[in-house]
């Protein structure tokens, strides 16, 4: 008989550069069972990027919305331009299926996200190795587990 269980949420927090998105591809590779959580945000789509994939893509009007309405775990306003924030239903459906979610976002969201989800969040907070990699273009990671 399995024992069912509640997933866990595993929040990668870091400075902008210093890997948390490298670290949890390289995560979702190993762990076909892991799920990514897909951000909201109010700014255009990049090239290349999936909407419902990469991050869900909304007007600020729709944003407002589902903030006002509770729909969002934790949001921020990023660099003063563009808002981004987590979407409560999908984590907490998961949750409740017992499937563990792997979370990017940075150290205030990780704050907002474990005040929403006290039970559920267990964070690791990444430092780049010198604040030199953080001031460098971005490159790419080799991870080995």
């Given at each position: 008989m399995k024992i069912a269980r509640r997933g866990v949420c595993l929040v990668l927090s870091a400075p902008s550069g210093?890997?948390?998105?490298?670290?949890?591809?390289?995560?979702?590779?190993?762990?076909?069972?892991?799920?990514?959580?897909?951000?909201?945000t109010t700014r255009p789509p990049r090239p290349r990027e999936v909407d419902g994939?990469?991050?869900?893509?909304?007007?600020?009007?729709?944003?407002?919305?589902?903030?006002?309405?509770?729909?969002?775990?934790?949001?921020?306003?990023?660099y003063g331009r563009h808002w981004y924030g987590t979407p409560r239903a999908p984590v907490?459906?998961?949750?409740?299926?017992?499937?563990?979610?792997?979370?990017?976002?940075?150290?205030?969201?990780?704050?907002q996200l474990r005040a929403a989800l006290p039970d559920d969040a267990v964070g690791v907070f990444i430092l780049p190795p010198n604040l030199d990699l953080l001031e460098a273009p971005p490159v790419g990671f080799a991870f080995f587990f």
């Open positions: 210093a890997g948390k998105t490298s670290i949890a591809t390289a995560l979702l590779a190993r762990d076909p069972e892991l799920r990514r959580s897909v951000s909201v994939v990469d991050y869900r893509f909304c007007d600020q009007q729709e944003f407002d919305r589902m903030a006002a309405g509770g729909e969002l775990l934790e949001w921020a306003r990023i907490e459906e998961a949750l409740h299926n017992g499937i563990d979610v792997v979370f990017d976002i940075d150290w205030q969201g990780h704050q």
